[in-house]
């Protein structure tokens, strides 16, 4: 079936054309770099141009997409300094969402997440990278909610998933992160345990700049 400009424009068929963009992005079944047009699109997905159209420029909006004027649409290649400016911005964010955590004292689903943290930490079964990994976007996400602040969050979702296109499947990356992420995000919880928020916000900044030391090596490596 063909779809047009005519296609009625709904909520929920613009949140839809949104979602599958995104998750295409994401999952890297568009690969950075790659073009994107708006007929292409619509056709894979079975949905109206117009909706599509719109995730597309939200996606540019967001910096998913690139759109280069006489060129086309294409998916974001994220350079080194957009990884920096995404840092400098999760430090203010999360610095922030630390604080307020470590004022209001730990949510009942953050220390359902330490906990799963400690488990992975103690257990003499090899680790399982994708799962521990699921489990840290947990983590700072429920920290968020803790929080108190859904602004926040919504502001981290998108940093988060941006950050994340640089080194999606990179298991050299997971192998060398994981195990010391599970340790930095226990300390993390144990600030905000305490209700010690200095220390809720330092911890937090010494984890993000020990990630992105990480990244910026395996990308510059030789």
């Not at 280069?68 to 999360?94: A, K, N, S, W, Y």
């Not at 949510?107 to 699921?134: G, H, I, Y």
């Not at 050299?172 to 010690?196: C, F, K, M, S, T």
Request: aromatic share 4%; with cysteine; hydrophobic share 40%.
């Amino acid at each position: 079936m063909s779809h047009d400009d005519t296609t009625i424009d709904a909520p929920m068929e613009r949140d839809l054309a949104y979602d599958r963009v995104r998750q295409s992005i994401l999952s890297r079944q568009l690969a950075a770099g790659s073009a994107v047009s708006e007929r292409g699109l619509s056709e894979a997905l079975g949905l109206g141009r117009t909706p599509v159209r719109e995730a597309i420029k939200t996606l540019a909006q967001e910096g998913f997409l690139e759109i280069v004027p006489m060129r086309g649409t294409f998916v974001r290649q994220l350079t080194l300094q957009d990884l920096r400016e995404i840092h400098e911005v999760r430090l203010g964010l999360e610095g922030i969402a630390s604080v307020l955590a470590a004022q209001r004292g730990p949510s009942e689903e953050l220390r359902q997440c330490a906990q799963q943290l400690w488990a992975m930490q103690a257990s003499t079964v090899p680790l399982n990278t994708d799962a521990a990994q699921k489990l840290g976007w947990h983590f700072h996400e429920a920290i968020f909610r803790a929080a108190g602040n859904q602004r926040l969050l919504a502001l981290y979702r998108n940093l988060r998933a941006q950050s994340g296109l640089a080194l999606q499947h990179n298991e050299h990356y997971d192998r060398l992160r994981v195990p010391e992420a599970i340790g930095e995000h226990l300390h993390i919880y144990a600030a905000i345990e305490a209700q010690d928020a200095d220390a809720a916000q330092r911890r937090t900044w010494d984890h993000l700049t020990g990630a992105l030391q990480t990244k910026l090596r395996l990308l510059t490596a030789p």
